[in-house]
């Protein structure tokens, strides 16, 4: 099973649209809203954690971008800054996905971007704050959510 987290930003005249429910429905899609903020006539936008098998998760996601609806993966914000970590390996043992592992015998930390589902827990473990969440208009506006 693919899971992984979405910002998605509706246009205004999409918001009375039952999307959640297409992906449940039409691609066979499991989801957990973790914010979300959609008003009536007004751009919304939502956290969206999507679980399915990968072609059902594009396919789920190019229905939405064909109304206009902007999806953009989370985990794409979270990074590691590779002059500050010293192979530690403390994020490994946190990381629920595998996107942090340790490469035996070599014994480097190895980060990979597309298994992180941006869960955040790898960055306040990190004694040196190697992992980082780069902030952007869409996760300011996740913020403001919460």
Same mark, same amino acid.
């Given at each position: 099973?693919?899971?992984?987290?979405?910002?998605?930003?509706?246009?205004?005249?999409?918001?009375?649209?039952?999307?959640?429910?297409?992906?449940?429905?039409?691609?066979?899609?499991?989801?957990?809203?973790?914010?979300?903020?959609?008003?009536?006539?007004?751009?919304?936008?939502?956290?969206?954690?999507?679980?399915?098998?990968?072609?059902?998760?594009?396919?789920?996601?190019?229905?939405?971008?064909?109304?206009?609806?902007?999806?953009?993966?989370?985990?794409?914000?979270?990074?590691? @800054?590779?002059?500050? %970590?010293?192979? !530690?390996?403390? *994020?490994?043992?946190? $990381? #629920?996905?595998? =996107?942090?592992? +340790? &490469?035996?015998?070599?014994?480097?930390?190895?980060? @990979?971007?597309?298994? %992180?589902?941006? !869960?955040?827990? *790898?960055?306040?473990? $990190? #004694?040196?704050? =190697?992992?980082? +969440? &780069?902030?952007?208009?869409?996760?300011?506006?996740?913020?403001?959510?919460?």
């Amino acid at each position: 099973m693919h899971t992984q987290i979405y910002v998605l930003r509706f246009p205004k005249d999409t918001s009375d649209r039952p999307f959640v429910y297409r992906l449940v429905k039409d691609y066979d899609l499991e989801f957990n809203i973790l914010k979300a903020d959609i008003l009536l006539q007004r751009e919304g936008m939502m956290i969206l954690e999507i679980k399915g098998a990968k072609e059902s998760v594009k396919a789920g996601l190019d229905y939405l971008r064909g109304y206009g609806v902007s999806a953009q993966r989370l985990a794409s914000r979270i990074r590691r @800054d590779e002059s500050k %970590c010293f192979q !530690c390996g403390a *994020c490994t043992g946190v $990381c #629920p996905s595998g =996107a942090l592992s +340790i &490469s035996r015998p070599q014994m480097t930390v190895l980060f @990979d971007a597309e298994r %992180c589902t941006g !869960c955040n827990l *790898c960055v306040p473990i $990190c #004694p040196v704050r =190697a992992m980082e +969440i &780069s902030l952007d208009r869409d996760m300011a506006l996740a913020e403001d959510l919460a």
